[in-house]
């Protein structure tokens, strides 16, 4: 592979938390030295950056592909040309489609595709239990083997307490990750909207984020009590912070994600009934979405994710409560993020902690990076650069997302894998 060369960046180390004016130099896939001047190798093809940023690319950790069963709403091709728009080189793939993948046959052929068709790496989690019914657990062992990075229900939280302390401790012997949504789910069955006064307001059944908090008490004590590998899918509300802050404080092995649109929306874009904007757990409170900002400031809550949900025009355009939940996320994940930034709530460098260091060093990658000798994906974006989005520019299949229409800042130049430039003109 001919050496590359991408110089005149300013590169984001998520590792030493800085933003200097530099180069990057990419040899046999890996990054072979990062620097402020580097001599040009013969034969080299060198990319100027323009002055822009160049950070690893993002590890997306809950990317819901719909191949089993709904390629109709989102394929491994079209996500993988919406991850590459987005500057997302690994997308972590839940477990949640039709069938489930809950055994290594089934995982055998979600890789397979993955790989003849994304041109992004595709990294699959695995169901905890079988068909995610919250009875039986899962060959956790045959499907670490046959490539799984983590287990997990995904919404459907396991109410038996015995079954899920069961899991936990056979998934402790295993060394496997277990992720899970922490919401109790009896409170939280059948809920739109986060309970308040504008919930109440516009007459849709809501959930108290006490149900979250109650959740997460619930794990965490199965956490203490089997010893195994947490994490939290998504942290939402403030109550549920102290519970967590205490866990990490205690020594448990316990990391929390919580998603773009939680951080960037709040339960006022609901507006009149837009269904877009309807998804799980539901927008929280401006207090709510704060807090959560704040915990990923200081560390507590440890990954970002887009928690990409396809969904078809027919389940969304549906009254509020009946509409399926979810929005894609994988295009606009960046230029979201990048909101926290140009408001000076985030640095970049905690911004790709969170986006790529913390949820590789959690799945146990190598990505995430910008050191020599790591795999060589990158991003390349214009922080600054302005555009409204247009939903149907999307590339993928479904255009659920709740930022159609808005003025956003941070466009992607380039992308790469391996080294590969994947999208981009750079």
């Known amino acids: 592979m001919t050496p590359t060369l991408i110089t005149n960046v300013h590169l984001i180390d998520p590792q030493a938390g800085s933003v200097t004016h530099g180069a990057l130099l990419i040899e046999n896939g890996h990054i072979a030295a990062v620097g402020a001047e580097i001599a040009v190798p013969d034969g080299a093809h060198v990319i100027d950056g323009g002055g ?13 592909v719909c191949e089993p069963g709904e390629r109709h709403k989102e394929s491994f091709k079209s996500a993988g040309l919406a991850a590459a728009a987005g500057g997302v080189t690994t997308i972590v793939t839940r477990p949640d489609t039709a ?6 046959e089934t995982l055998e052929f979600v890789t397979r595709r993955a790989n003849e068709a994304a041109p992004v790496r595709v990294v699959p989690m695995a169901a905890l239990t079988k068909g995610r019914d919250g009875r039986e657990m899962t060959e956790i062992g045959f499907l670490m083997d046959a490539g799984a990075v983590a287990f997990t229900d995904c919404d459907r939280v396991i109410s038996d307490t015995k079954v899920f302390s069961r899991a ?5 012997s295993l060394g496997a990750l277990v992720i899970a949504h922490p919401q109790e789910p009896i409170l939280s069955k059948g809920a739109a909207v986060t309970s308040g006064k504008f919930a109440s307001l516009r ?14 008490d619930r794990d965490i004590a199965i956490i203490e009590m089997t010893g195994a590998k947490y994490h939290a899918d998504q942290i939402t509300t403030a109550r549920a912070l102290p519970a967590l802050e205490r866990a990490k404080a205690n020594g448990l092995d316990i990391t929390a994600g919580t998603s773009i649109h939680h951080l960037t929306l709040n339960e006022l874009d609901v ?9 799980k757990p539901p927008l ?6 704060m807090a959560v900002v704040e915990a990923l400031r200081h560390g507590l809550i440890d990954t970002i994710s887009s928690m990409h949900t396809p969904q078809d025009e027919e389940s969304k355009r549906l009254p509020y409560e009946e509409a399926a939940s979810g929005a894609v996320g994988l ?10 930034f140009h408001s000076g709530d985030l640095t970049l460098p905690q911004l790709f ?8 060093k959690r799945l146990g990658l190598p990505q995430g990076r910008l050191s020599p000798g790591a795999p060589a994906d990158l991003v390349l974006f214009d922080a600054n650069a302005p555009f409204v989005l247009d939903r149907f520019k999307l590339h993928s299949k479904s255009k659920n997302t709740p930022f159609d229409g808005q003025r956003m800042q941070g466009k992607v130049q380039a992308t790469f894998v391996g080294g590969k430039q994947i999208f981009g003109d750079a």
């Open 331 to 340: 295009e606009t994940f960046l230029p979201a993020a990048l909101r926290l």
């Open 284 to 289: 929280r409170s401006e207090e709510d979405r």
């Open 52 to 64: 822009k940023h160049l950070a690893p690319g993002i590890v997306d950790i809950g990317v819901k």
């Open 99 to 104: 069938p489930a993948i809950d055994s290594p």
């Open 203 to 216: 007459g849709l059944p809501a959930v108290s984020p006490m149900a979250e908090r109650m959740g997460l």
């Open 271 to 279: 507006a009149d009934y837009r269904t877009f904007f309807k998804i």
């Open 353 to 360: 902690r969170a986006m790529a260091l913390n949820p590789a």
């Open 168 to 172: 936990l401790t056979y998934a402790r």
